[in-house]
């Protein structure tokens, strides 16, 4: 069984440039997360999906950060206008319950 | 809202050593904990996951850790840490009626040879 993929693994930006995370859960997961891993921080929700549909969005900065997963399987994550406080790994897990998630490897993002 | 705490940053054991990693919660209601692993460079793992049943639950390379209700704990152990066990260890949590985990801040185990 594949595992949860990410691309790119990472990513240098400027501030102010646009950036694009994608994510591709296992199969028949139909919870998505997306967190954000400041260094040597914990995980921390951004958002998380149900399917298509959006569960818990309240921790993603709406004003530059946006997220979606239009079938319900892949997944987007993107900042318009990157700020150097955005500096973190970026995590996608996919999860079948509550209980258990798979994460990817990451996506590490630096913004100068 | 459901939190948790690791208080050790930095755990340091020699190899062979036991280890215990410990994490405590605060939340009114029923919990899922769970323990999951991370090493440089890589996503989390997941470790083991406890809801209800026997409060020592088993995982995967020797790992186990035992659910406290009354001390609000989900401490992790090892009976024998082996070099390969070094990572940054997150304890999480999360209410039942709910897909939101919320993770610690991590413990860094470094096992010396």
């Known amino acids: 069984e594949a595992g949860v993929t990410q691309s790119p693994r990472y990513a240098v930006l400027q501030e102010g440039q646009a950036v694009s995370f994608w994510c591709d859960p296992i199969s028949g997961h139909d919870t998505l997360y997306w967190y954000q891993q400041p260094r040597d921080q914990g995980p921390q929700l951004l958002v998380y999906?149900?399917?298509?549909?959006?569960?818990?969005n309240s921790q993603l900065p709406s004003d530059r950060f946006s997220a979606v997963r239009p079938k319900g399987t892949n997944s987007t994550l993107k900042i318009q206008s990157a700020k150097q406080g955005d500096t973190a790994t970026y995590l996608c897990a996919s999860s079948p319950d509550n209980y258990e998630q798979y994460f990817g490897p990451g996506t590490r993002l630096t913004v100068l | 809202t459901q939190t948790v705490s690791q208080s050790d940053a930095h755990v340091t054991v020699f190899e062979g050593d036991s280890v215990e990693l410990r994490c405590n919660y605060s939340y009114g209601g029923s919990i899922y904990l769970s323990w999951y692993i991370q090493h440089h460079g890589h996503g989390l793992q997941f470790l083991l996951k406890?809801?209800?049943?026997?409060?020592v639950v088993q995982g995967v390379n020797g790992f186990e850790a035992e659910f406290s209700k009354s001390d609000s704990s989900f401490h992790l152990r090892k009976a024998s840490v082996h070099w390969s066990d070094s990572a940054v260890y997150f304890c999480?949590?999360?209410?039942?009626?709910?897909?939101?985990?919320?993770f610690g801040t991590g413990t860094r185990l470094q096992v010396l040879p």
């Open positions: 999906f149900r399917d298509e549909a959006v569960i818990d």
């Open positions: 999480a949590v999360s209410a039942p009626n709910t897909n939101k985990v919320v």
């Open positions: 406890y809801y209800s049943g026997n409060p």
